[in-house]
Structures are given as C-alpha cells and as structure tokens.
C-alpha cells in the first residue's frame, strides 16, 4: 500500500501500489479519483458527492444504486450493509463522520456491448457532516467476464480476480488511511 494524495493534495489515504491514475489515460471530472489496477481490472473510485438526503442505511443503498444506474447495470444486489464506528473505521476524520460498507454484485456491459460481465462492488459512504458532503469510495472487481466482452482481451489470466474477503479489508484499508489535510477543498 502507497500513500496517495487526492484532490490536489488536500486529502490522503492508502491504495496498492499497483493502481495508476486513470487521469493519465483519460479525461476524469474534477470530483473524482480513479485508479486503475491493469493487472485484476479492478478500478478503485474516490468521488465527492454533495450529501443526499436519505439518513443511515438509505444513503448507503442510494449511492450503490446511483452507481448501478450510472454503469447502466442489467441488474443488482446488495449483498451487506455495515455501519462501522468512525473511531476504528478511519481514525483520522471528525467523530461526526458517518461511515457504511456496501457489498453488493452488478451485471455490466461495457461499452453498449451485449456481453454482460458480473461485477463485485464494494463501497464505502462516508458522510463528512461538517462539509456536507458523501464521499463514495468504491470498488469494483469484475468476477465473472464474459467470453464475448472486451474486457475479455485485458484479463490478465496468471492472475485470478482477488477473494471478496481480500478486496473487502483493501476498502476498509483506503477508509482507514483516509486524512483531510485541506477543508478549504469543501468550500470552508
């Protein structure tokens, strides 16, 4: 795990190092990190999203079906919500933060392609109440790819698709070594 700045260096946290930045490969908006792991095609997504109304789990199951719908998901589930405590969760932000776990499955097809790949999406929302604001922090590890999709040719296959288990303690890692440096970058 590397120490990654974000945001222009106003927040930090911990990725694997085999993650590159996608904005070195494409256009990304301003309110998102994406990293890319070449290897597993597993991308990793820090987004800053104004705070939705819904309260507790509901915020939780909203962001994860904003992102189904986003990706144009055939179908999804959720699997697992989880309220974690923001003292053991991710030590370094406000005692106020609110912090959920999603685990949940996606059928996508990328590019408008009819091959559907099934995608594992875990998900960490965390409400910084201070700023108002949700940052998404997600997590998706394609697990069953098509024969016909695209991503098909990117497979690497010396190297399977990680454990769910393996991808669900890296989430809690990037949460647990999340640190705001600059609350200027949320208008304060």
């Given amino acids: 795990m590397n120490k990654q700045g974000l945001f222009g260096g106003a927040i930090y946290t911990t990725i694997k190092s085999s993650y590159v930045d996608a904005s070195d490969l494409r256009q990304i908006p301003d309110n998102q990190e994406v990293f890319l792991d070449m290897n597993t095609q597993q991308s990793l997504i820090i987004e800053l999203l104004e705070k939705v109304e819904h309260l507790n789990e509901d915020c939780a199951k909203f962001h994860f079906e904003q992102i189904a719908e986003q990706n144009n998901a055939t179908s999804y589930s959720i699997k697992?919500?989880?309220?974690?405590?923001?003292?053991?969760?991710a030590p370094k932000l406000p005692l106020d933060t609110t912090i959920y776990f999603v685990r949940g499955i996606q059928n996508v097809a990328k590019?408008?392609?009819e091959a559907v790949n099934h995608v594992e999406l875990v998900m960490a929302v965390v409400r910084l109440e201070k700023v108002e604001t949700d940052l998404i922090i997600s997590l998706n590890a394609?697990?069953?790819v098509a024969p016909t999709s695209s991503e098909m040719k990117d497979v690497n296959l010396v190297e399977p698709a990680a454990p769910i288990a393996r991808i669900v303690d890296?989430?809690?890692?990037?949460?647990?070594?999340?640190e705001i440096h600059d609350w200027g970058l949320f208008g304060v």
């Fill in 142 to 144: 394609p697990i069953q």
């Fill in 80 to 89: 697992s919500i989880e309220h974690a405590s923001v003292d053991v969760a």
């Fill in 111 to 113: 590019f408008n392609e």
């Fill in 170 to 178: 890296e989430i809690k890692l990037v949460v647990q070594g999340l």
